[in-house]
C-alpha cells in the first residue's frame, strides 16, 4: 500500500514537473519591397535559453482602421525565422495605418505569445536623369494622412545600391529635405550588363515608423559588360601557359627522367655482367 501512494505522489509531481512551458520571446520586422509587395518577417526564440527554435506555427494578421485581418502562417526554420509575403495594394486599399500581429498559439513545451507592430505606410519613389552630362538620381520619400493625402517626409537618410552576385554594393547616400526629395550623383564608372544595363535600389533601413522601404530604378548608366565566356590567351596569368614555358617544362622533365632510366638501364648491364663474369663452381 505504501509502494502504491509513493509511485502515485511521484507520477503526479512528474505529470506537473513535465506540464511547465517555457515562455518564448517573438520580434517583428515589416519590409515594404520594391516588386509592390511587402514581408513579415518573425523570430521566435526561448526566452529562457535565448536559442532558435523550429518548427513553430506563427499566425500573422493585420489591423487597418478597424478592420481585422487574417493574413496567413509560415512555419519558423531551423534559425527561428518565418517570413509571410504579401501583396501591398490588399493593404492599401483598406487604409495606410497597418497594425500587425504575429502570434504563436502555443503547445506543451511553450506557452502562448504574441508580439504587435504598428506601421504608418510610406513611399518610396526614385527617378534617374542625366542632367548637363551628370547622372543623377532624385530620391522622393512620402506617406499619407488619414485623409489620404500626400505628405513629405524630410530629415530621413536614403541608400543607393547596385545588386552584385551575392550582396548589394553601396553607392551613395542621400538625405530628404522638408519636401521629402534630394538628388544625388551617381558613378559612371559600376560594370553593368552587355548594353549597361544597372539597377539602382533606394532603401529605409527598419525606420521605428515606417520600417524597410525599398524601391528601384532600372538604367544604362552602367559600363558594358559582356556576358560571353571567351577563351584566354596563353599567357602566365591564364590556365594555358605560353609555347615558350611549356616546351622548356617538356625538356628539363626529359632530361630529368632521361637520368633516371640511363641509371637503371646502367644499373641492370653492370649486373649481368657479374653474372657472367662469375666463376665456375664444380662439385664432385
Not at 534617374?128 to 530629415?155: A, C, H, K, Q, Y
Amino acid at each position: 500500500m505504501r509502494t502504491l501512494i509513493l509511485c502515485s505522489l511521484f507520477a503526479f509531481g512528474f505529470n506537473l514537473t513535465s506540464g511547465e512551458a517555457n515562455n518564448v520571446e517573438i520580434s517583428l520586422i515589416y519590409t515594404q519591397h520594391a516588386n509592390n509587395t511587402y514581408s513579415l518577417k518573425a523570430t521566435v526564440a526561448d526566452e529562457e535559453e535565448e536559442e532558435p527554435i523550429s518548427g513553430m506555427k506563427i499566425l500573422f494578421a493585420a489591423n487597418i482602421n478597424g478592420v481585422s485581418l487574417s493574413l496567413g502562417s509560415a512555419v519558423t526554420n531551423k534559425e527561428g525565422i518565418s517570413i509571410f509575403r504579401g501583396d501591398l495594394p490588399d493593404l492599401r486599399a483598406k487604409g495606410h495605418q497597418f497594425e500587425f500581429t504575429a502570434l504563436f498559439e502555443g503547445n506543451d513545451q511553450f506557452e502562448e505569445n504574441q508580439v504587435e507592430l504598428e506601421i504608418v505606410d510610406a513611399q518610396l519613389q526614385l527617378k534617374t536623369e542625366i542632367i548637363d552630362s551628370v547622372n543623377t538620381v532624385f530620391v522622393s520619400l512620402s506617406r499619407w494622412d488619414e485623409d489620404g493625402n500626400s505628405l513629405p517626409i524630410g530629415d530621413e537618410n536614403i541608400y543607393l545600391f547596385v545588386p552584385r552576385m551575392y550582396s548589394l554594393l553601396p553607392i551613395s547616400e542621400a538625405y530628404t529635405s522638408e519636401t521629402g526629395e534630394d538628388e544625388v550623383e551617381f558613378p559612371n564608372d559600376i560594370p553593368g550588363g552587355p548594353n549597361g544595363e544597372l539597377v539602382i535600389i533606394g532603401k529605409l533601413d527598419e525606420h521605428d515608423e515606417y520600417g524597410t522601404i525599398e524601391s528601384q530604378s532600372e538604367t544604362t548608366w552602367g559600363l558594358p559588360v559582356s556576358l560571353d565566356v571567351n577563351r584566354l590567351p596563353r599567357a602566365l596569368w591564364s590556365p594555358d601557359a605560353p609555347l615558350w614555358m611549356l616546351i622548356t617544362f617538356i625538356i628539363l622533365m626529359t632530361g630529368v627522367w632521361g637520368h633516371y632510366f640511363w641509371i637503371a638501364y646502367t644499373l641492370f648491364s653492370i649486373k649481368k655482367l657479374e653474372d657472367k663474369n662469375a666463376p665456375i663452381s664444380y662439385r664432385e
